[in-house]
């Protein structure tokens, strides 16, 4: 999403990130699993924009907090000197985020601790959503838009998976705002457009031209953003 947001041709825009102020309100592993994820998504959105200083601190921050919840292990001594000495390769950046988020997941999983893993996945996941929707406020285009409408089926994922823990201390109250942004998600509508295949025998390869068309108007990107930012907020 951040790499849509920048071929957009979209300014930088520090405003919509979280702030590393806010890196000492969160107390529990809660908190901080929600906003490993969110801090990961805005490293990854200041990296696509070359800002090596503000890459520095998400970095930090995301450090941190995965030291915090256990997962240091993601975030070693030589993984951090690979990020520092790669600052300035933003295409670099962008893989050792990657790398990094997917050893902390490997090891949260076996070590049972899905609760977690899955908590820093939304927090990314409603994280990358908000930079789409601020960037379609003020420079929309149809791509944009596109990737907002397009969140349906991994929302519904994402419920799936937090519903394994509704019983454990706030994780009921994010299903049911997130059930409550599924229902705008359910009024868009989404056509499968069958075309036919093209096959080139020379190279063996053949290209399936079907595709989905999704229809979504102003009044349910309003309300998706509404929602959006009042769960962004809350975590």
Do not use: C
């Not at 942004?181 to 399936?208: C, G, H, N, P, R």
């Amino acid at each position: 999403t951040a790499m849509l947001i920048q071929s957009s041709g979209a300014p930088f825009d520090k405003s919509i990130l979280n702030t590393k102020e806010n890196l000492n309100q969160y107390a529990t592993d809660y908190s901080k699993a929600l906003n490993l994820g969110v801090y990961g998504a805005d490293l990854g959105y200041v990296s696509m924009y070359s800002k090596t200083q503000d890459a520095l601190v998400y970095l930090t921050s995301v450090k941190k907090l995965s030291d915090e919840i256990g997962v240091s292990g993601a975030f070693d001594v030589k993984t951090m000197k690979r990020f520092q000495d790669n600052m300035s390769n933003k295409d670099s950046m962008m893989v050792l985020v990657g790398l990094a988020y997917r050893e902390g997941d490997a090891f949260l999983k076996t070590n049972k601790r899905n609760d977690i893993s899955g908590l820093i996945l939304v927090g990314g996941w409603i994280e990358s959503l908000s930079f789409a929707i601020n960037v379609n406020k003020t420079k929309s285009n149809e791509n944009v838009k596109r990737r907002i409408a397009d969140q349906k089926q991994a929302l519904n994922s994402i419920i799936k998976l937090l519903s394994q823990f509704e019983t454990k201390g706030d994780y009921a109250n994010l299903i049911d705002a997130l059930k409550d942004l599924s229902k705008v998600y359910d009024t868009i509508e989404y056509k499968f457009i069958s075309e036919k295949s093209e096959t080139d025998i020379a190279k063996k390869t053949t290209t399936i031209n079907s595709h989905t068309d999704v229809n979504i108007s102003k009044e349910q990107l309003d309300l998706i953003t509404s929602k959006v930012e009042s769960i962004r907020n809350k975590i």
